[in-house]
C-alpha cells in the first residue's frame, strides 16, 4: 500500500531542487492514490515508483554565435518520461527561467494529458535555458540549428517526436527541421507544427486555443450553460492566447484582456476584430514579449505590472506561465464572481488557488485536460506525415472537436464528488493514469 505523504517525501529527496516537479507529482499521486491502493495489480507493479521515474533524461551544451560574433553557450534537454503508450511527444520550451525541474514537470504532465487524447502517444518535454527575448532572427536560427545538432541524436519519428512550446513556434519549428533534414536526409514526422506544405497540419497553430475552448464548451454545457454574453480574462499574448481568443469570438464571448511580463491589456469593447487578433501574431514575432503596444494601437487600457485575474469577469483562461495565477488571484476573481475557471497553461494555477475554486465549488478545469488539444492535433499530424497525406481543416477541426469532447467525459466520469460537483482535477488525473498503468503492466517490467 502507498501513503502519499511517504511516498512524496522520498520524490522530494531524489528530486532536490525540483519544487514545479514535486508540485506537478504531488496533484496526481494525491488523485490516483486510493485508485493504485484498490488494484493489486498496480501495487505488485510498483507503478508509483516507475511511473515516478523518466525513462531517460538527456543533457546537452549547444554552443551558438551572436550577431557579435560572441560565442553564447546555452543547455539543451531532452525528458524522455514514460512510451508505454506509444513515442516520448511533447514540446520544446525555449524561455530563460528552463530548468531540468521545469522539464520534469512539463514532461511528467505530458503523459497523463497524452494518455487523455487517447492518441497513442507517450511523454515527454525538452527545451533550453535559450530566450529569444531581443534576440534577432538569425540569432534564432543559429541557436535553432545548434540545438538540434545535439537533439537529432536522441529523436526520431517513432522515437521521440518534439513540438513548440513557449518560444518555439512556427518559425524555430522550421530552423528545427531544417537542420534535422540536412543531417539526417530525412523527411518524417520527427517534429510537429511543421509549416503547411512540408509536413504540417492545418489547424496545429489554433489547436491549442481552440480546443481549450471546445473543453470549456462542454464544460458550460454540463452546467446547462452557454458562451453567449459570457466575459473572458486571457492572460499571455503567445500562440495559445491567440488561439483561445479567436474561437472565443467566435462562440459568441468577450475577450477584454491579455498580458505579458509588462502587465495587462483591459480592452472593455472585446479582442473581436480580425486587426486586432491578427496584432496578437505581430507582437509575438517582435521578440520584444510586451503588450503595451496593443492599448496603444486600439485605444485600449493598459495596467503596468498587474495580472489580469482583477478585471470582473465570467471566465478565466490561464494561458501564460506555470503558477500564474495565485491562492490571492483566486480569492479576487471569486470575489467578482468568476463562475468558470479553465487552466490553458500548463499548471497555471497554484495549489492555493485550484483549493480556493474548489472549495467555493467554482467548475476548474486542470491545463492537461484543457490544454489538450494542441498535443491532440500533434498526434493528427503524425497520423498524415505516416500516410503522406493531408487531411482538410474540416477533417482536423472535427476531430480535435470529438477529442476534447471525450476529454471532457473522461473527467466527469472519473471526478463526480457525491455532491455533484466534478473534480475536474481529479478527474483527468485518474482516466489519464489508468491508460497509462494499465500498458505498463500488460508490457512489464
Ligand atoms: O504542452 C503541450 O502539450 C505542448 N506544448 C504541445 C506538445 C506537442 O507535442 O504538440
Request: aromatic share 10%.
Amino acid at each position: 500500500m502507498y501513503d502519499l505523504d511517504s511516498f512524496m517525501a522520498e520524490v522530494e529527496r531524489k528530486n532536490p531542487a525540483q519544487p514545479e516537479f514535486i508540485q506537478a507529482a504531488r496533484e496526481v499521486v494525491a488523485s490516483v492514490i486510493d485508485t493504485v491502493n484498490s488494484n493489486p495489480l498496480y501495487l505488485k507493479n510498483k507503478i508509483l515508483d516507475r511511473i515516478i521515474e523518466p525513462d531517460r533524461i538527456i543533457t546537452f551544451k549547444v554552443e551558438w554565435e551572436d550577431d557579435n560574433h560572441e560565442l553564447q553557450v546555452n543547455r539543451g534537454y531532452r525528458v524522455q518520461y514514460n512510451n508505454a503508450l506509444g513515442p516520448y511527444k511533447g514540446g520544446l520550451r525555449f524561455h530563460a527561467n528552463v530548468t531540468l525541474g521545469t522539464l520534469k514537470f512539463l514532461g511528467f504532465e505530458q503523459i497523463f494529458k497524452n494518455s487523455l487524447t487517447t492518441l497513442p502517444m507517450g511523454g515527454g518535454k525538452g527545451g533550453s535555458d535559450f530566450s529569444p527575448k531581443g534576440k534577432s532572427d538569425q540569432e534564432i536560427m543559429r541557436f535553432c540549428r545548434a540545438f538540434m545538432t545535439e537533439l537529432q541524436k536522441y529523436i526520431g519519428p517513432d522515437t521521440d517526436v518534439p513540438a513548440g512550446d513557449l518560444g518555439v513556434g512556427g518559425r524555430e519549428i522550421g530552423y528545427l527541421y531544417g537542420q534535422y533534414k540536412k543531417i539526417r536526409d530525412e523527411n518524417t514526422g520527427v517534429l510537429t507544427g511543421k509549416g503547411w506544405g512540408w509536413g504540417g497540419s492545418l489547424v496545429r497553430p489554433e489547436a491549442t486555443g481552440f480546443g481549450t475552448m471546445y473543453f470549456a464548451s462542454e464544460m458550460l454545457k454540463e452546467h446547462g450553460d452557454s458562451f453567449e454574453g459570457k466575459r473572458i480574462a486571457i492572460s499571455g499574448f503567445g500562440n495559445v492566447a491567440w488561439g483561445a481568443v479567436t474561437k472565443a469570438s467566435q462562440l459568441g464571448a468577450k475577450v477584454v484582456t491579455i498580458s505579458g511580463p509588462d502587465g495587462y491589456v483591459l480592452d472593455e469593447e472585446g479582442i473581436n476584430t480580425p486587426e486586432k487578433i491578427a496584432y496578437m501574431l505581430e507582437l509575438r514575432a517582435s521578440n520584444n514579449d510586451i503588450v503595451a503596444p496593443y492599448a496603444e494601437k486600439f485605444g485600449a487600457k493598459f495596467v503596468k505590472g498587474r495580472k489580469p485575474w482583477e478585471v470582473k469577469v465570467d471566465m478565466a483562461f490561464p494561458c501564460a506561465l506555470q503558477n500564474e495565477l495565485t491562492g490571492e488571484d483566486a480569492e479576487m476573481l471569486i470575489k467578482n464572481g468568476v463562475k468558470y475557471v479553465v487552466e490553458t497553461s500548463n499548471m497555471g494555477c497554484c495549489p492555493e488557488a485550484i483549493e480556493a475554486f474548489q472549495k467555493a465549488r467554482i467548475p476548474f478545469a486542470p491545463g492537461k485536460a484543457a490544454n489538450a488539444g494542441g498535443v491532440a492535433v500533434s498526434g493528427l499530424e503524425m497520423s498524415q506525415n505516416a500516410q503522406h497525406y493531408n487531411w482538410s481543416s474540416e477533417e482536423v477541426d472535427q476531430k480535435l472537436h470529438g477529442i476534447m469532447k471525450n476529454i471532457h467525459n473522461a473527467c466527469v466520469k472519473e471526478g463526480r464528488c457525491a455532491d455533484g460537483y466534478i473534480d475536474y482535477v481529479k478527474g483527468a488525473n485518474i482516466a489519464g493514469f489508468k491508460k497509462v498503468a494499465d500498458a505498463m503492466c500488460q508490457q512489464g517490467y
